[in-house]
């Protein structure tokens, strides 16, 4: 018997609750001057779940 997804009801092999997670994150990067002019790359909106 096959696994069903508690999410969307399909099975786990039809499941695409993953991808659209994804596909909906929202996320946001920007550069930052830091000490001494160092430049740093900044990642805001990211799920540590996925």
Do not use: W, Y
Not at 11 to 36: Q, V
Request: glycine share 8%.
């Amino acid at each position: 018997m096959a696994v069903i997804c508690n999410t969307c009801g399909l099975p786990d092999d039809l499941c695409a609750c993953g991808d659209l997670d994804k596909d909906s994150t929202h996320i946001i990067i920007r550069l930052e001057t830091r000490r001494f002019r160092k430049k740093g790359t900044m990642i805001e909106g990211l799920d540590p779940k996925i």
